[in-house]
Nanobody, 123 residues
Framework: VQLQASGGGSVHTGGSLSLSCTGS????????LGWFRQAPGKEREFVASITWGGGSTYYADSVKGRFTISRENTKNTMYLQMNSLKPEDTAVYYC?????????????????WGQGTQVTVSS
């Protein structure tokens, strides 16, 4: 499966953005999926994940209550609705498929990393 993130942009503090992650080459319905982000000079960090059926979701403490992860398997797509954005949310956002070998919050547990999409939040 190949994944591609899209929907990034530039907003002011308090604004909202909606990211999409679309799979190609193979259905994503059998995979748990995750969002990660990487700010300049920092390591890639976990943002949120969702199980294959969408029944369970997990969030980093830093985004809990502000971001919502969801998926539509019929469209081979996952979403990340980001509200109340802060400058510290500025990063390149990536999506990936969970393949196991670790927890949902660990980058090493994921594969099929797509090209990221830039999110910039200015104060």
């Amino acid at each position: 499966v190949q994944l591609q993130a899209s929907g990034g942009g530039s907003v002011h503090t308090g604004g909202s953005l909606s990211l999409s992650c679309t799979g190609s080459g193979r259905t994503v319905s059998g995979y748990a999926l995750g969002w990660f982000r990487q700010a300049p000079g920092k390591e890639r960090e976990f943002v949120a994940s969702i199980t294959w059926g969408g029944g369970s979701t997990y969030y980093a403490d830093s985004v809990k209550g502000r971001f919502t992860i969801s998926r539509e398997n019929t469209k081979n797509t996952m979403y990340l609705q980001m509200n109340s954005l802060k400058p510290e949310d500025t990063a390149v956002y990536y999506c990936a498929a969970y393949i196991g070998g670790g927890g949902y919050f660990q980058t090493r547990s994921y594969s099929a990393w797509g090209q990221g999409t830039q999110v910039t939040v200015s104060s």
